[in-house]
């Protein structure tokens, strides 16, 4: 069955960086688009960035646009985030989550999502 | 950016009864449209996509209808695993954006 597993959260001082990893089984990660989408405590779901299945192609969410960097390595079924300038308002769980269609450009919604990770940014 | 206003922001309801909820977008988005439903303390789960297609093992007492701007998810006879925070989602611009999101309660 498909998998996602996040890591790499934790506490992060103001201005600190971070990198999120999830790792992907049970389908063939190479061939669909992946999502970073986070939730701070207590709020809604917050787009933060997409990739294409050959990585060839990323997207960002305003809200943390020149703070992130979506990656990955098919080679090794991982998704990353990579982010830098973190501030309080951070403070969020972080889930990595799968395109539904293979066609990137489908627009098709996000039909398995992993547990998320949570990071935690204060000093 | 395709803005997602979700209404109401709370939906009190009682078991066995029908929920309405709301998702109006500020531009046509066809039918690209999801809802997620998020139980407390876990992931959100696709509930329907494509404005009206039931995702993968969800019950048919979840629905969704809507076109364009404006559209509606529809639980019947609500049971208590129905009790939820459920959020709409656009697909058809980058980025892909969330509604706010409307709790349903008891």
């Known amino acids: 069955q498909v998998q996602l597993v996040e890591s790499g959260g934790g506490v992060v001082r103001p201005g600190g960086s971070q990198t999120l990893a999830c790792v992907a089984s049970?389908?063939?990660?190479?061939?669909?688009?992946m999502h970073w989408v986070r939730q701070a405590p207590g709020k809604g779901l917050d787009w933060v960035a997409a990739?294409?299945?050959?990585?060839?192609?990323?997207f960002y969410g305003d809200s943390m646009k020149g703070q992130v960097i979506i990656s990955r390595d098919n080679s090794k079924n991982t998704l990353y985030l990579q982010m830098k300038s973190l501030r309080t308002e951070d403070t969020a769980v972080y889930y990595c989550?799968?395109?539904?269609?293979?066609?990137?450009?489908?627009?098709?919604?996000?039909?398995?999502w992993g547990q998320g990770t949570l990071v935690t940014v204060s000093s | 950016e395709i803005v997602l206003t979700q209404s109401p922001a709370t939906l009190s309801v009682s078991p066995g009864e029908r929920a309405t909820l709301s998702c109006r977008a500020s531009?046509?988005?066809?039918?690209?449209l999801a809802w997620y439903q998020q139980r407390p303390g876990q992931v959100p789960r696709l509930l329907i996509y494509?404005?009206?297609k039931r995702a993968t093992g969800i019950p048919a007492r979840f629905s969704g209808s809507g076109s364009g701007t404006d559209f509606t998810l529809t639980i019947n006879s609500l049971e208590p695993a129905d009790f939820a925070i459920y959020y709409c989602?656009?697909?058809?611009?980058?980025?892909?954006?969330f509604g706010q999101g409307t709790r349903v309660e008891i």
């Open positions: 989550a799968k395109d539904q269609d293979s066609d990137f450009w489908r627009g098709s919604p996000l039909d398995y």
């Open positions: 049970g389908f063939s990660f190479s061939n669909y688009g």
């Open positions: 990739i294409s299945a050959d990585g060839d192609y990323q």
């Open positions: 531009q046509s988005i066809d039918r690209y």
């Open positions: 494509g404005a009206s």
């Open positions: 989602q656009q697909r058809i611009n980058w980025p892909p954006t």
